[in-house]
């Protein structure tokens, strides 16, 4: 059945299989605009920073990671990486204890998912910053 917009409306077919989709609902975030939510524009609710416990977690872990690969770039290598590695164990943990609605940005994908991978980074740097052999300075000229 094609629908033809000038045709009017028939109130006995209002079963139709292809029908119109029925009411719009307004889009998120449209509440601001004049009209579709009620509001005058630029008349939004008071928002947070972050939003969620999870969030603040991620920024603490950003603030580490940039920490801590300053830390390699500019003095002991093996603590900085050491330090990215407690890192992403403390991102892990916060994943594995938050609810998803509190998770923030430290959920990416399923909760399982994100903390095994997690951990197993966090776990391989810090071996590797353990495993990795001392080597000699340069000599003499």
């Not at 006995?12 to 029925?22: L, N, T």
């Not at 005058?40 to 972050?50: L, S, T």
Request: aromatic share 4%.
């Amino acid at each position: 059945m094609i629908h033809d917009p000038d045709a009017p409306a028939d109130p006995e077919d209002s079963h139709d299989p292809e029908g119109s989709p029925g009411p719009v609902a307004p889009l998120p975030g449209a509440e601001g605009v004049e009209g579709v939510g009620g509001d005058a524009v630029g008349e939004q609710d008071e928002r947070r920073y972050p939003s969620t416990i999870g969030g603040a977690c991620y920024l603490v872990v950003l603030a580490v990671g940039a920490a801590a690969v300053v830390i390699a770039a500019l003095g002991d290598w093996r603590l900085g990486v050491r330090l990215l590695a407690g890192a992403l164990g403390g991102a892990a943990a916060a994943r594995l204890v938050l609810p998803q609605r509190d998770a923030g940005m430290l959920a990416v994908r399923h909760r399982f998912l994100d903390v095994v991978l997690l951990v197993a980074v966090g776990v391989a740097l810090w071996v590797l910053a353990g495993d990795v052999p001392e080597q000699p300075g340069p000599g003499p000229g």
